[in-house]
């Protein structure tokens, strides 16, 4: 796991980040969870949510972050490999098909790794915590999101 901030995430300027490693990311401030999310690139992805990309505006976040830009710049972000999730895939069950499909979605010793199979794993991954943390700005997958701190709403 790297813990870094929006800062550094949108100059694309986190320390020892390798684009191939890190595909969950977790946006919070001390214990207050604001989101989960998935990207094969997550900083490519933080700068989607804030500026709008793929012919869309802000998300929901961007808007949120742009929002409180000011607070924002104190949030956190931890960025998390797969296998920094696993134990909580293997709470939550959201990964059924067995370790072997696991395996498959891990970079082998030349890197490579099957697509279908990273894809579903940063699904079980991005769900398992979504689960475990009830983030407040997350909807998919969330039945109960903690609600916003008042200062925030």
């Avoid at 949120?64 to 960025?79: C, G, K, M, P, T």
Wanted: negative net charge; hydrophobic residues 35%; aromatic residues 12%.
């Amino acid at each position: 796991m790297i813990q870094t901030n929006i800062i550094d995430m949108l100059k694309l300027q986190v320390k020892d980040y390798e684009d191939h490693l890190y595909r969950i990311y977790i946006v919070h401030e001390d214990d207050v969870i604001f989101y989960v999310g998935m990207a094969l690139l997550p900083m490519n992805r933080m700068i989607e949510h804030c500026y709008g990309g793929r012919g869309k505006g802000p998300s929901h976040l961007g808007n949120f972050i742009r929002s409180f830009a000011e607070e924002a710049n104190n949030w956190q972000v931890d960025l998390l490999t797969l296998e920094d999730c696993k134990p909580y895939v293997d709470q939550y069950g959201t990964f059924s098909e067995g370790d072997e499909f696991w395996l498959k979605a891990l970079p082998d010793q030349n890197g490579l790794r099957d697509g279908y199979w990273l894809t579903e794993a940063m699904r079980a991954a991005e769900g398992a915590l979504i689960q475990h943390y009830h983030p407040c700005l997350n909807i998919a997958g969330n039945p109960n999101p903690m609600p916003l701190p008042e200062r925030y709403r």
